[in-house]
């Protein structure tokens, strides 16, 4: 389907929707025409499939009314040359000689529906309603896809550092093949929009993509989830469940955090990855897949291997490309541009109207140097717009650590705090900060879930 001829769709709530009649019976067409201008809706009239063809691909046609018996080709055959132009619009087939052959033939082709002639008078205008409001939620579903394939493409990822840019060029090329990536880079870098970005990109891009936070679960639920169970697998299993494996197939699967991954889950990931089967908890039968795997991390893999909690094996399974994303410190031409595209962001959405901003307010966050990343960064502007008590952003607006700087580790020191101290009291800060939230509060350590677990067990604070 040509969807760009169709883009208008996306307004149709805005107005009354377009109807196109295809008769060879003038008086027939003409009929049919008036009852449904009185309606209010808008409607074009052709006498052959051949200009009911040339005017659905110059109009806005929500829903095709078409005759069986047309001189140039059979109404029912006309459905699929329909479908090829706008792939949105409803087609009612009506004809003065049903079969149920040809309306059971009709539907097959995808068709609304099929009436005959003399029962349109009562059933006409109710139908025509049906139709208009599958096509209503159509439209709203294409917009919806359409919004989350722009907000997550390469086209949206705001980059004119010199780095940036060669980042981005590569995960273009990357995408467009079918092979395993590794994304590594700082928490809150946005690994999971390039991620995200890549799968729009690839060939993959009309089959699911799904997510998953390695370190957001225990290893026995991250495995269920994972991998699914039949029931009856254990207590509790009553029915059969699928795992995002299945979920994703012939999709992409991002494992995120991949470094939290326990080492026997591993084993498992990695004879899915050399098999593209695996057996689900209570199957003795293999499940098979076809994913393509992305995978997170923000720590060195390769350090964790030498540390014996990560399988040589899996990571070269896992990095056949592997995707650095630079961290915010280091693209600093990047702030300006995305503080402003955030500031657009959450005036529209909080319905606040900035009409200037204090040059020292984007000043002060270019010399910042965001150890939590872009989301650090959208975070510090979405709470200046909400603070915001005018339309001008002003420089007290931002946080005391980016107006008078964060103490560093010497002057910790020089109070006398040790090394553990030091790592005790910066995890408190951090989960004060996210008010107690252990997951947000992880995500500005730049630690996973699970380390961060033990750190608090480390400092007796587990309970």
Not at 419 to 433: F, G, P, V
Not at 452 to 457: D, G, S, T, V
């Amino acid at each position: 389907m040509a969807i760009g001829i169709f883009l208008a769709l996306c307004e149709i709530d805005m107005k009354k929707e377009q109807i196109l009649i295809i008769d060879d019976e003038p008086a027939l067409g003409e009929l049919i025409c008036q009852i449904l201008e009185l309606e209010g809706y808008r409607v074009f009239v052709a006498s052959n499939a051949t200009d009911g063809l040339a005017a659905l691909s110059r109009e806005e046609i929500h829903l095709v009314i078409s005759d069986v018996f047309l001189p140039d080709i059979n109404g029912i055959d006309l459905i699929s040359k329909i479908r090829e132009i706008n792939s949105i619009c409803e087609i009612i087939i009506i004809t003065a000689y049903g079969t149920i052959p040809d309306g059971v033939k009709a539907i097959k082709e995808g068709a609304f529906d099929y009436i005959t002639k003399g029962d349109e008078d009562n059933r006409l205008v109710p139908l025509v309603e049906k139709a208009l409001d599958k096509v209503r939620l159509k439209t709203k579903i294409y917009q919806l896809e359409k919004r989350i394939e722009e907000a997550y493409s390469f086209e949206n990822i705001i980059a004119q550092s010199p780095h940036m840019k060669e980042t981005v060029q590569f995960a273009r090329r990357i995408a467009e093949t079918d092979v395993p990536i590794l994304l590594v880079g700082e928490t809150g870098t946005g690994k999971e929009v390039f991620a995200q970005a890549i799968h729009n990109s690839s060939i993959r891009r009309n089959k699911h993509y799904v997510a998953v936070n390695c370190s957001s679960f225990s290893k026995e639920l991250l495995e269920s989830e994972m991998f699914g169970y039949k029931a009856g697998a254990f207590t509790g299993a009553v029915r059969n469940k699928k795992g995002l494996f299945e979920e994703a197939d012939e999709g992409t699967l991002l494992l995120d955090e991949i470094g939290e991954l326990d080492i026997s889950l591993q084993a498992k990931l990695l004879r899915v990855l050399e098999s593209n089967s695996f057996i689900k908890q209570g199957d003795t039968k293999p499940t098979s897949v076809d994913v393509r795997i992305i995978a997170a991390t923000n720590r060195d893999l390769e350090e964790e291997i030498a540390k014996g909690n990560f399988r040589k094996d899996l990571f070269y399974r896992l990095s056949v490309v592997k995707l650095e994303i630079p961290p915010l410190k280091s693209r600093k031409e990047d702030i300006i541009p995305l503080a402003l595209h955030f500031i657009k962001h959450f005036s529209a959405r909080l319905n606040k109207s900035i009409a200037e901003i204090e040059p020292v307010f984007l000043e002060k966050l270019q010399q910042y140097s965001f150890p939590g990343n872009i989301r650090e960064l959208r975070n510090i502007i979405e709470r200046a717009i909400i603070i915001c008590d005018g339309n001008i952003l002003k420089t007290n607006y931002l946080p005391k650590e980016i107006l008078f700087g964060i103490p560093s580790i010497a002057d910790f020191s020089q109070k006398g705090l040790t090394l553990d101290e030091y790592e005790r009291k910066h995890i408190l800060d951090a989960l004060s900060q996210a008010g107690g939230n252990k997951q947000k509060a992880a995500e500005m350590l730049g630690i996973g879930l699970t380390t961060l677990y033990r750190k608090l067990q480390q400092y007796g604070f587990d309970k």
